[in-house]
């Protein structure tokens, strides 16, 4: 007699770049470990989907206009006893009869984070995914977050703290720093590296800013950042690169294999991101043993505590981070007494 196998239905049809694909390419490799169950994967058409050799695992890749089927599609499928998970940063606009888990990572879903410097397309977008989330979130059983900020964002604005689970993901392997002394390394301590995307909340103008003020200095430490080319950020950084005299390198559009290389061969991460649902990267420069330097915002101190921090809204906070780190002193304004003060000004 047939049994039918139990079934876990995952919709990540929004996802093919950045933190959510590392996400669900782990969760596809570690599927093999569950032979017991059935993964049906709905993900989008531009997602790179790993090769997998199990009878286990079923992906189907789902164009943007059809996403919205996807939620009706799977509640066709499913039995009681099957599961749901969302890795889309969004509900199903309908209730299941299986359970249903939504693995929240996208903060500007659900925090009034500012959308100053985002495009008008995206501020729409945002806006009415907020609408969606917190029109929908009663349509799951359990929302999975990363970090304790996530789960106080989430609490405070009324979501039943007995919904919400923290667990924080890491990469598939525990990976420990490495040299291999025939790799080109970057050797020289003044190097640092952000891995990020190009959205605002990254806070890339910032930072630049900060490397500028470092250039009155004459201090010219290395940046190494991931932005794409040919867009208003790339742009902003040229003309201040050529202004200054700065020494950035642009590594555009780089494979996961490519990302990985670039922490085996940094000496350091700078990360002055002013948003964060977890803040992979910090997770994957600690694995490399990177020294980390980090804005001072709770999503940093969630999940380690870096070896100098500063206020991301401040370039020279961020400047004199560097500087700290780079064991180089920081003038102080001299503080001189009311006798020297009045002194001071009679001899201008």
């Given at each position: 007699?047939?049994?039918?196998?139990?079934?876990?239905?995952?919709?990540?049809?929004?996802?093919?770049?950045?933190?959510?694909?590392?996400?669900?390419?782990?969760?596809?490799?570690?599927?093999?470990?569950?032979?017991?169950?059935?993964?049906?994967?709905?993900?989008?058409?531009?997602?790179?989907?790993?090769?997998?050799?199990?009878?286990?695992?079923?992906?189907?890749?789902?164009?943007?206009?059809?996403?919205?089927?996807?939620?009706?599609?799977?509640?066709?499928?499913?039995?009681?006893?099957?599961?749901?998970?969302?890795?889309?940063?969004?509900?199903?606009?309908?209730?299941?009869?299986?359970?249903?888990?939504?693995?929240?990572?996208?903060?500007?879903?659900?925090?009034?984070?500012?959308?100053?410097?985002?495009?008008?397309?995206?501020?729409?977008?945002?806006?009415?995914?907020?609408?969606?989330?917190?029109?929908?979130?009663?349509?799951?059983?359990?929302?999975?977050?990363?970090?304790?900020?996530?789960?106080?964002?989430?609490?405070?604005?009324?979501?039943?703290?007995?919904?919400?689970?923290?667990?924080?993901?890491?990469?598939?392997?525990?990976?420990?720093?490495?040299?291999?002394?025939?790799?080109?390394?970057?050797?020289?301590?003044?190097?640092?590296?952000?891995?990020?995307?190009?959205?605002?909340?990254?806070?890339?103008?910032?930072?630049?800013?900060?490397?500028?003020?470092?250039s009155n200095d004459s201090?010219?430490?290395?940046?190494?950042?991931?932005?794409?080319?040919?867009?208003?950020?790339?742009?902003?950084?040229?003309?201040?690169?050529?202004?200054?005299?700065?020494?950035?390198?642009?590594?555009?559009?780089?494979?996961?294999?490519?990302?990985?290389?670039?922490?085996?061969?940094?000496?350091?991460?700078?990360?002055?991101?002013?948003?964060?649902?977890y803040g992979l990267p910090?997770?994957?420069?600690?694995?490399?043993?990177?020294?980390?330097?980090?804005?001072?915002?709770?999503?940093?101190?969630?999940i380690m505590d870096p070896?100098?921090?500063?206020?991301?809204?401040?370039?020279?906070?961020?400047?004199?981070?560097?500087?700290?780190?780079?064991?180089?002193?920081?003038?102080?304004?001299?503080?001189?007494?009311?006798?020297?003060?009045?002194?001071?000004?009679?001899?201008?």
């Open positions: 007699m047939y049994t039918r196998k139990l079934k876990c239905f995952v919709n990540a049809s929004n996802i093919h770049i950045g933190g959510g694909a590392t996400l669900l390419n782990d969760f596809i490799g570690a599927t093999k470990l569950f032979a017991d169950r059935d993964f049906i994967i709905y993900v989008d058409p531009r997602f790179n989907v790993p090769k997998v050799f199990k009878d286990n695992i079923f992906i189907f890749k789902i164009h943007k206009i059809m996403r919205w089927t996807i939620t009706h599609k799977i509640e066709k499928q499913t039995k009681e006893n099957d599961i749901v998970i969302y890795l889309t940063n969004l509900p199903p606009i309908i209730k299941h009869k299986c359970k249903t888990i939504l693995v929240q990572s996208n903060r500007l879903v659900v925090d009034g984070f500012p959308l100053s410097g985002f495009s008008i397309k995206t501020k729409i977008r945002i806006y009415l995914e907020r609408i969606l989330f917190w029109l929908s979130n009663n349509n799951v059983d359990y929302i999975i977050v990363q970090s304790e900020s996530m789960y106080s964002i989430l609490k405070k604005k009324g979501i039943d703290e007995n919904k919400i689970r923290i667990i924080a993901y890491k990469n598939k392997e525990d990976i420990t720093k490495s040299i291999d002394p025939k790799t080109n390394f970057i050797q020289l301590k003044n190097s640092f590296l952000y891995v990020s995307s190009d959205d605002p909340h990254k806070n890339h103008k910032k930072l630049i800013e900060a490397w500028c003020l470092l201090i010219y430490p290395k940046l190494i950042i991931t932005i794409n080319i040919n867009t208003d950020l790339h742009r902003f950084v040229m003309k201040n690169v050529e202004k200054y005299k700065l020494d950035v390198e642009i590594k555009p559009r780089l494979k996961r294999r490519e990302i990985i290389d670039l922490y085996s061969q940094s000496p350091s991460l700078i990360y002055p991101s002013l948003l964060e649902s910090l997770i994957e420069a600690s694995q490399y043993g990177l020294p980390v330097l980090a804005a001072e915002l709770d999503y940093v101190r969630d070896v100098e921090t500063f206020d991301p809204h401040s370039a020279k906070s961020i400047s004199r981070a560097v500087k700290r780190y780079l064991k180089i002193s920081n003038n102080k304004t001299l503080v001189v007494t009311p006798t020297d003060f009045i002194r001071s000004v009679i001899d201008l």
